[in-house]
Structure formats: structure tokens, C-alpha cells
């Protein structure tokens, strides 16, 4: 052969996947096989160790059979492939085959055998054989079948063929355990005084084996008729031990595996063999938890039938009632956690099943699930990995993608740990290290472009999907909730439902029985999911107040969204969002409301994330976003609005769920405010443009008056404003002021109309002249105005006056006009102290609604929002000139100033600060229970409870907290009397009369 030759032929076995190509030429010339034949060693994991293994077994076989054998495999492509891709996945199953070659036939016409044909070839093969020549015919037959499971599994889909395979193996080792037992009736003396059934746990009950691994079994005893019981558990114990000595001892031809019993009851120190009702009286009144988990597998494998079917019948129930038991999800996720932190910290990283993202978290995460919904849906009793989630998928205990990809990587890990143990026939679970091993592994995986890369990055891709699958799945805080309802309760059984509903405090329980028929009668997936979502979610609404109201509003947000594929599973599978969403529907109308008009909005509950309020930045991207997608003025309001009322729900529930500070809310508030409040300009600016013509002749700015320039804003607030402009130079001053009111008009009627979204109130009552004046003025004539006809009370507002909106310089060019006005130079004089007070007065005795009480309502009874307002304010304008930390538009910031200064005692401002504080949040608390603006204590008691669990208060404490503001308020009120009024309180306010 020429040089060139030479090289060409090397370059084609080097493509082919050889490692070491020159040594392969010199023994594919040794079996003088043709070069065709490199096409059929290029399909192996190792196509150096195909074609060495070739070699050998060319030289083990005799030489009439030899011929055969070669003349077979150059006319059978598919025999021909079975033999070498088995010799080159496996170099244990290669000496095998070496000592037998006469089994090269069998790996040629492999198929895998039925479980019937399994058992009958193993117990056949030992006969009435015993010792080790029982043992080593076992193990030879044993083989013989593996290697054909084995060729099959490596000629196939892996992926798709698992199962099969899986099955086989499980079918094949428990047909070991039967032949050894076999062999154990011919060993012990008197085996006949015993009946003993052999069952299978873990994986080989599952008829999901491994190549290697333990073999886990429980051994169950019976008497032989007339024969006594402790007789016959000794004999019982000496077949168990035989039956696990025969298949684990080692013998010239080597041992299958470890016959493991540590799973039976009190495990190693438990007695090896026990009867029916040993076992059964173990599970009821001693076993752990992890030990039910273990039960899911057992299925008998060996043995007397019906001892097998008895001792099913005996601990399976208790099976599907551990998860009655006390923290018994909690217990099962403990487990799972000492599982992994017991991993050795060397093998951490290469574990493909008990590491992070390994198959335990597969396995564990679909046996938490069976054990807690399968007490009532027996659909879901599966022994198999697989096809639990399967029945998990089709029950909708989870999604349809998540079961996907949890199959799909079920079957991928599997695989990869099959190609690990096949190579050397050793119990492993371990990542290879080696770069050949790793070669090997990720061709035998399909993947033939940097398989040692490629194969490391699928696995580590795989297992990063894994658990995050697992820790959505197995840490769901529904299972907990689940786990603690009673069986009746879980199954939402018609016959006792309304009984639980009225004893959960349903006021309605033949309507809260039609709203469950109507969310989970069929046979949908949707009705499936409300199944297993609705008997924790009445637990959770009842926790409320007003449970009906949120089963209504969940039953009628569920009717717009049930068909959306998210929603349902958003609350099967996010975190705690149907607990928090259940929660928040039953603490009041406001949310359901809004939900109703906009029940996409519901996605905010999906994680904790997405209930934190937007920064002001973030609305003002939403809005701009908003505006852009419009090209209609009229319908860029209308997403304004929309995102607002997104923005509101996020916020409410929020503040339902604690997590946000009063100060955090009226920020959120504020914030929310100001941005929509900006975008509605920019799109009133554009519409007038767009209207006229031509560019906007002046500038505007919107400043923020009361609570919105303090920033101190509630639910029910509107937002007080004055609007400014500034024309721009050598612009007309009468078209100026006529794109002004253009301008605004457009913004207020398009926020304040009535429409599907909440409506924004743009109150501006607080310019110059009230409602006689003009609605926009320039910042010229708001300097004449001030400078020559402000009242005292104007010059309190603007203590508010913030630029909220629109041009920047202008609103800072305002707060510059009216800052002498409201911070005066030594302070105001005694007679403006005076006139505050006479109005001040002339509010509380005619502004109260008809027959309201005094000393309940919120912002202008006696200790109440006006109260501690006008006090702080009056002493900001008294003390403001020479103390600049007054300089501020809230209440809280200068009420602390205050005590600093001395201005107020400790005492005072605690007072001042409890009141405002406590009539703020019940404002607030109000519109969220109601629904609409409360300015009083309410006079129904389940008012009161509803708003007083809303601030954390338990259920059927509203009294309490009416009581709790009356007195808070008594104390304010007495500051007030002595700080703004300048008088003594009266002693008797402490014995004033009370009412809820």
C-alpha cells in the first residue's frame, strides 16, 4: 500500500472514532475483516474496544464455530451491529463473553424476554442444583440474559426504549431472587415448614433497575400449615439468607449483586423475616415517614403469591394515609435535604443521582406529590418514576411542560448512569473523570462532535433544569396545605360539604356548594387542577373574614382566566400564590373589584417579585410604553389608566400581605400618582399639538397640593393640584393660555371620566380664587396674586406644594415664588395664629356629615388627620424661618423635627405620630375591605373585623381596635388643645363615652 494509501486509510479510521488508529488497522487486519467493516465499529461508545473485543472472541471461539461466526456477521448487518456495539459499550460484558463464547448467538438474535420466560430460563438453569455449582449456573444464565437486554438497549433509542429496559433488568433480578430461592428450598433443612414471599423495594419494585445495584427486598414469613410460627421464621430466616448468599457470594464466575434487606422494619436491627402481622403492626405504630415513602415501591418478586398479596393488602393503606401524618411534607423535604448534604464532598459535583439536580430530586419530588394526592386519587398509585408523572401530568398535579421535561430528564439521567454501570458492570453513579471514559460516555449518548465536552455540558444543562424543577415542585407550600387537610376534606366530598362550609364560618354553604360544583365538575384538565387547588383554598379563605366574598371572587375571576393555561397553574406551582391570592379576594371587595375589570392583572401573584411596587422610573416607562402603542389620544388615556389600575392592585396586595410600611405605601401611592399624572400630560401635550397644529406655545408644569405634594397619598386620595404655565418667549400670551386650558381640560376629563378603570380624581379647588379662579395661570400671574391678595389659608396649602409633573424648571421656578409665602421671614403673626384656629374651629363644627360622630371620624374628629395636620403645620410656619428641617410638604419628617427641637415633647409627638399613623392605615384599611372611600370608624362589627384583620389583627378584633383608636385619639386631641389651641385639655376627655 502506498504512502498515500496509508495515510487515507488511517484519516478514515480516525474519523470513524478511533482512538488509537494505527493499532486498530493491525487488528482489523488480524481478523482479516474487510474496511467496510470500520462503518459498524464507528456506531460503538469505544470502537477500539468493539474491535478488540472482536479480536478476542475470535480467538475464544473454536475453530468450526469460528467460520460460522464470521460468515453470520459479514451477511447479518443487524446481528452485526448488536455484537459490536455491546463490545464496545461494555468491557465487562466483553470478558463475559471471552469465558462463554458460545452466548456470541444469543447477543446476535437478542430481544428481551417476558418476565414469564426470565424466570423460567434462571430456574431452569439451576435446577435442583446447590452450593456453588448453583451459583455459578445462575450466574451464567443471569448474564446470559443481560447481554441480550444489554445489545438491545444499545442498539435502540435509549431515551425511548428506557422503560423496556429498565423493566427487563428489574424482571431479570427478580428472577435471580426466585431461582435463589430455588436453590435455598434445596439447602435448608425443612424449608417446607415455611411459606416465604420475597418483596421487591426501590428500584426493582419499581421495575426501574439499574445494571448494578442493590437489590432492596423485604422477606415476609408465614407458617406452613400446622406448622408453628416460631419454627417456621427461622427456617424463614435461613432461606432469606441463602436467597441473599447465593446471589451476592463470589465464585469463579464472579456475583451479580447485593441482595439489600435494610429497608424492612427497624432495618439492621430488625429481625430478617417477619409475618403479615408483624409488619402490619410495625407500620401502624412505629414507623418513620421515610419508610411509607420507601413502601411506594414494594411489589412481591419471589415466593409464595399470596403471602405477597397479603402483605400488600396489610401496609399499602397505611401508605396512602401517612400523609395525615404530623409534618410529614416537611419531613419528606428533611430527608431529601440529609440525602444530599450526606453526599462525600469529593463526589459532590460528578453525582448524577443524589447531588443537586440528580435523579433523587425526580424521584423525590414525584413520590411527595403521590403520597399527598394519591390517598384520593388512586389514579396516581404508580410504582414507576416515570409513569407517576405521567398520571401526576394527566391528573394536573403539574404542568404539562414541567411533566415533559421531568420525563425528558428522568430518561436522559437514567441513560447516562446505564452507559456508566454497563461499561465495567460496576454499581456507580458517579461522572467518569477520565477523557476516554467521558468519550466513550458521550458517543454512546449520540454525540459525536467533542463527545467528552458535549457530554458534560448536556449533564450539567440537564441537572440545572432538574432542580429548579424540584425546588418549584417539591417545596410548593400547597403540599404542606394539603397534607393537613382529612381525606374527606381533600376529596371536597359532597356529602359533608356543606357541613364544612359552615363550619369553616361560610354564611352561605348551599352557595358556596354551587360555586364548587361549578369550578371542578368534569373532567377537564381545569376542573382537575380546581380539585386539587380547592379544598386548601377554602381552609385559607376561611382564615379571613369574609370567606364567601372570596370564594365568589375567585370563582368569578377563575370563570375569565380558567381557560387561560396559566392561572391554574400559577397557583398550582408558584410559591404561595393561591394562598396569598385567597388571602388577599377574602380580606375585602377593593382587589376582587379590579380584578374582575382586569383579571390578567392576577399574574401579579405569581411571585414575590412581581408584588413589589414599581419605582416611579419604572411607571414612568410603563407609561411612556403605554402612550407609545397609541396612536389615538383618547385610547394612549386609556392604557394610562389601565397600567394604573395594574399598579394599584400590585400595591394592595402588598399592603395585604405586610409587606409594606405605611411610609412605603403612601410613597407607592404618590409615585403612582405622579407618573400617571405625567403621562396623561404628554398625551394631552401631543393631543393639543396635534389639534392646533402646531408645537404647545408654553410650558406646564403640575404641582402637587395636600397629600399628594406631601407625599403622603392613600387609597381614596384624590390628587390635589394647581397647574402652571410659562409661555414661551415671543409666543402670544392669549394662545398660550388658550393651549393651557387645552391641555388640562383634555388631562382631567380623560382621567376623571368614568370608564372600566379606577378613575383619578384631579382636584384643583386649591388655587388662587377656588373655583372662580381659572384652572392654569402663568407663573406671572400666580406671583401678582400672591404678592397682593393671598389669604393666611393659602399660604398653609402651599405648605404641601410639590412639582409632581411637566416642565422641571418651571416647577422649580414656582416653588421659588412661594417659598417666602409659606416660610416667611420671622415666622407668622399672632394674628394668622388666630385666624388658623377660628377656621380651624368653623371646620370641625360644620364640615362633620350630619350625624356623624365627632370622635370617629377620621380626618376631621377630634385627634384626627386634620387635627394633627393643622398642628404641625401651623408650628412649621411659626418656626420654619430659622429651623430649615421644617421645610418639608409631609407631616411625619416635621413632626419629628419638632420633638428635636424641643418645639414638642417626646410624649407630644408620639401622641401626634400614633394618631395620624393609625387613622391613616384605617383610611386605607377602609377602601380595601369596602371597597369605596371610609372616613369613620364603622358601625357594623363585621366592618370593624374585616378592617381590623386587614391590619394584622386576628379575626373578630374590631372592637378592640375601635377601642385602640378612640383612646389613641383622646391623647392626640389633648396636644392638640394644648399645641394649636393654646388651652388646657379638658380632665373629663378621658371618660368620654365609646362606641364601635
Not at 406448622?227 to 469463579?252: F, K, P, Q
Not at 410638604?889 to 419629628?896: A, E, F, Q, V
Amino acid at each position: 500500500m502506498s504512502p498515500a494509501a496509508s495515510a487515507s486509510r488511517r484519516t478514515s479510521f480516525v474519523r470513524a472514532g478511533f482512538a488509537d488508529p494505527d493499532r486498530a488497522i493491525q487488528l482489523l487486519d488480524e481478523l482479516q475483516a474487510p474496511d467496510e467493516f470500520v462503518g459498524a465499529l464507528s456506531k460503538a461508545a469505544s470502537p477500539d474496544g468493539a474491535l478488540l473485543g472482536l479480536v478476542r472472541l475470535r480467538e475464544a471461539l473454536p475453530a468450526d464455530e469460528r467460520e460460522v461466526a464470521e460468515q453470520l456477521l459479514t451477511d447479518d448487518d443487524t446481528g452485526r451491529c448488536r455484537l459490536v456495539q455491546l463490545l464496545g459499550a461494555s468491557s465487562a460484558l466483553t470478558d463475559h463473553l471471552v469465558r462463554h463464547p458460545e452466548q456470541w448467538r444469543d447477543v446476535v438474535a437478542s430481544r428481551v424476554a417476558t418476565r414469564e420466560e426470565l424466570y423460567a430460563a434462571l430456574r431452569g438453569a439451576v435446577g435442583e442444583l446447590t452450593g456453588t455449582e448453583a451459583y455459578d449456573a445462575l450466574r451464567v444464565a443471569y448474564r446470559r440474559q443481560l447481554i441480550q437486554i444489554a445489545a438491545v438497549d444499545v442498539t435502540s433509542d435509549a431515551i425511548e426504549q428506557l422503560p423496556v429496559i429498565a423493566e427487563a433488568l428489574a424482571d431479570l433480578a427478580g428472577a435471580a431472587v426466585a431461582a435463589a430461592l430455588e436453590v435455598a428450598r434445596h439447602t435448608v433443612a425443612d424449608s417446607d415448614a415455611c411459606r416465604l414471599t420475597v418483596i421487591g423495594m426501590g428500584k426493582c419494585g419499581g421495575r426501574e433497575l439499574n445494571y448494578i445495584s442493590d437489590v432492596d427486598v423485604i422477606f415476609v414469613a408465614e407458617p406452613a400449615d400446622g406448622e408453628v410460627e416460631e419454627n417456621a421464621l427461622t427456617v424463614g430466616t435461613a432461606l432469606a439468607t441463602e436467597v441473599m448468599r447465593a446471589c451476592s457470594v463470589s465464585t469463579g464466575e464472579g456475583n451479580l449483586w447485593q441482595v439489600d434487606p435494610a429497608l424492612r422494619p427497624e432495618g439492621k436491627q430488625g429481625p430478617l423475616v417477619r409475618t403479615v402481622d408483624s409488619h402490619r403492626m410495625y407500620y401502624e405504630r412505629w414507623a418513620k415517614t421515610w419508610e411509607f415513602q420507601a413502601l411506594l415501591k414494594a411489589r412481591p418478586i419471589a415466593g409464595d403469591e399470596q403471602i405477597g398479596q397479603d402483605y400488600l393488602d396489610a401496609v399499602m393503606p397505611q401508605v396512602w394515609r401517612a400523609a395525615h401524618r404530623e409534618n410529614f411534607v416537611e419531613d419528606v423535604q428533611a430527608m431529601r435535604r440529609r440525602v444530599e448534604q450526606h453526599v462525600p464532598a469529593a463526589e459532590a459535583d460528578r453525582q448524577l443521582k443524589l447531588g443537586p439536580g440528580g435523579l433523587r430530586d425526580i424521584e423525590f419530588s414525584m413520590q411527595l406529590l403521590q403520597l399527598v394526592h394519591g390517598r384520593t386519587d388512586d389514579r396516581l398509585r404508580h410504582r414507576s418514576t416515570l409513569a407517576a408523572i405521567e398520571a401526576l401530568s394527566r391528573g394536573g398535579y403539574i404542568g404539562r411542560v414541567d411533566a415533559h421535561e421531568l420525563d425528558e430528564a428522568y430518561r436522559r439521567l437514567r441513560v447516562l448512569e446505564h452507559r456508566i454501570q454497563l461499561s465495567r458492570m460496576r454499581r456507580t453513579h458517579l461522572m467518569p473523570t477520565s477523557e476516554a471514559d467521558l468519550r466513550a460516555l458521550g458517543r454512546s449518548m449520540g454525540l459525536r462532535v467533542n463527545p467528552a465536552e458535549a457530554v458534560v455540558t448536556m449533564w450539567r444543562d440537564q441537572a440545572r433544569d432538574v432542580r429548579r424543577l424540584h425546588e418549584r415542585i417539591f417545596y410548593r407550600p400547597l403540599l404542606s396545605a394539603v397534607a393537613r387537610l382529612s381525606t374527606d376534606d381533600a376529596k371536597l366530598s359532597t356529602a359533608s360539604a356543606q357541613d364544612r362550609f359552615a363550619a369553616l364560618g361560610f354564611r352561605d354553604a348551599p352557595g358556596a356548594m354551587r360555586h364548587i360544583e361549578a369550578l371542578t365538575t368534569g373532567v377537564s384538565r381545569r376542573a382537575a387542577i380546581q380539585r386539587t387547588l380547592l379544598p386548601v383554598m377554602l381552609q385559607w379563605f376561611a382564615e379571613e373574614v369574609d370567606p364567601d366574598l372570596g370564594l365568589l371572587s375567585f370563582r368569578r375571576l377563575s370563570d375569565e382566566l380558567g381557560s387561560t393555561p396559566w392561572f391554574l397553574k400559577m397557583l398550582r406551582d408558584e410559591g404561595r400564590a393561591a394562598e396569598i391570592l385567597a388571602k388577599v379576594l377574602a380580606s375585602g371587595r377593593y382587589v376582587g373589584q379590579m380584578l374582575e375589570r382586569a383579571p390578567s392583572a392576577v399574574a401579579v401573584f405569581g411571585s414575590k417579585d412581581a408584588r413589589v411596587p414599581l419605582t416611579r422610573a419604572q411607571l414612568l416607562t410603563t407609561m411612556s410604553a403605554a402612550i407609545t402603542r397609541q396612536g389615538d389620544d383618547e385610547a394612549a388615556l386609556l392604557a394610562i389608566r389601565s397600567a394604573r389600575r395594574s399598579e394599584l392592585i400590585r400595591i394592595a396586595v402588598a399592603d395585604l400581605t405586610q409587606t409594606l410600611e405605611l411610609d412605603d405605601l403612601e410613597l407607592a401611592l404618590t409615585d403612582l400618582t405622579c407618573a400617571t399624572l405625567q403621562g396623561a400630560l404628554d398625551v394631552a401635550i401631543r393631543h393639543v399639538e396635534n389639534d392646533v397644529g402646531t408645537q404647545l406655545s408654553t410650558r406646564i408644569a403640575i404641582i402637587g397640593m395636600g397629600r399628594l405634594g406631601g407625599r403622603e397619598l392613600g387609597y381614596s386620595s384624590d390628587a390635589d393640584v394647581m397647574f402652571v404655565h410659562d409661555p414661551l418667549p415671543g409666543a402670544d400670551a392669549q394662545q398660550a393660555q388658550s393651549h393651557a386650558e387645552q391641555v388640562v381640560a383634555f388631562l382631567r376629563s380623560g382621567l376623571m371620566a368614568s370608564g372600566p378603570d379606577p378613575a383619578l380624581g384631579v382636584d384643583a379647588d386649591l388655587r388662587p380664587e377656588g373655583k372662580a379662579g381659572p384652572l392654569v395661570r402663568t407663573l406671572a400671574s400666580y406671583a401678582g396674586y400672591y404678592e397682593r391678595w393671598s389669604e393666611g389659608w393659602e399660604a398653609q396649602a402651599l405648605l404641601r406644594a410639590t412639582p409632581v409633573a411637566g416642565d422641571e424648571a418651571l416647577g422649580t421656578a414656582f416653588t421659588d415664588l412661594i417659598d417666602p409665602l409659606r416660610w416667611p421671614e420671622g415666622g407668622i403673626s399672632e394674628q394668622a395664629v388666630r385666624s388658623m384656629r377660628l377656621l380651624k374651629a368653623r371646620m370641625e363644627a360644620e364640615r362633620i356629615p350630619r350625624g356623624g360622630d365627632v370622635r370617629t371620624h377620621f380626618k376631621l374628629g377630634r385627634g384626627g388627620l386634620s387635627d394633627v395636620e393643622w398642628t404641625v403645620q401651623m408650628l412649621q410656619m411659626q418656626h420654619a424661618h430659622e429651623i430649615p428641617g421644617l421645610r418639608h410638604p409631609g407631616t411625619m419628617t416635621p413632626l419629628r423635627v419638632l420633638a428635636e427641637h424641643g418645639l414638642l415633647d417626646a410624649e407630644e409627638a408620639t401622641a401626634l405620630r400614633e394618631s395620624w399613623c393609625l387613622a391613616t392605615r384605617l383610611r386605607n384599611a377602609s377602601v380595601l375591605w369596602r371597597g369605596r372611600p371610609v372616613d369613620s370608624l364603622p358601625s357594623r362589627m363585621t366592618d370593624a373585623d374585616g378592617i381590623a384583620r386587614i391590619l394584622g389583627g386576628p379575626v373578630g378584633s374590631g372592637h378592640d381596635l375601635a377601642q385602640q383608636y378612640l383612646r389613641v385619639a383622646r391623647r392626640a386631641r389633648q396636644v392638640v388643645e394644648r399645641r394649636f389651641y393654646g388651652t388646657d385639655p379638658e380632665d373629663d376627655l378621658e371618660h368620654e363615652p365609646t362606641r364601635c
